[in-house]
T-cell receptor, first 117, second 112 residues
């Protein structure tokens, strides 16, 4: 079974530029998550999708970050304009189902390492 | 807000020895506690998880214990091997939901 795919693996941009990340979840997984992992810290949830609908985006800085999941499969996360503090690894994860009374195993992709200069 | 504290931040053990990593959580409604291993340049990989209806779970050299009263859980790795060297993260779900709160990580080094 193929895992979660992400691209690009690395990206270097200047501050105030735009950047986009792509994620393809495990086949059949209805739930997709985007996390931000700053160096030396644990992952922090940015947004969660159930199929193509947003379940939770309370931690997403909506003035500069946006995400979409068209057709309930692939997803893109965009930052516009980027700031120095956005330097981090952006992880995508997916899980099979969404259970309101609990949680299902989340499988992570390799991440995209973003450096903002 | 709710948080998960993880200790120690770094741990160095001799090959063959045991390693123990401890986490405490603040949300009494948490009922799912996964542990992830993250190697350099890779995403976190689930190694074991436990739900609140059990106190202990074991998978070969890895075990997790949960004390709901004290709100802490621990990862135990026995007979450590150099390939166990990585960063380990604990997590707890927020308010019995899907949302995971991660600890700050433990860098484990197994010396040959």
């Amino acid at each position: 079974e193929a895992g979660v795919a992400q691209s690009p693996r690395y990206k270097i941009i200047e501050k105030r530029q735009s950047v986009a990340f792509w994620c393809n979840p495990i086949s059949g997984h209805a739930t997709l998550y985007w996390y931000q992992q700053i160096l030396g810290q644990g992952p922090k949830l940015l947004i969660q999708f159930q199929n193509n609908g947003v379940v939770d985006d309370s931690q997403l800085p909506k003035d500069r970050f946006s995400a979409e999941r068209l057709k309930g499969v692939d997803s893109t996360l965009k930052i516009q304009p980027a700031k120095l503090e956005d330097s981090a690894v952006y992880l995508c994860a997916s899980s099979l189902v969404f259970r309101g009374g609990g949680t299902d195993t989340q499988y992570f992709g390799p991440g995209t390492r973003l450096t903002v200069l | 807000g709710e948080n998960v504290e993880q200790h120690p931040s770094t741990l160095s053990v001799q090959e063959g020895d045991s390693a123990v990593i401890k986490c405490t959580y603040s949300d009494s409604a948490s009922n799912y506690f996964p542990w992830y291993k993250q190697e350099l340049g890779k995403g976190p990989q689930l190694i074991i998880d436990i739900r609140s209806n059990v106190g202990e779970k074991k998978d070969q050299r890895i075990a997790v214990t949960l004390n709901k009263t004290a709100k802490h859980f621990s990862l135990h790795i026995t007979e450590t091997q150099p390939e166990d060297s990585a960063v380990y993260f604990c997590a707890a779900n927020l308010d019995s939901s899907y949302k995971l709160i991660f600890g700050s990580g433990t860098r484990l080094l197994v010396r040959p």
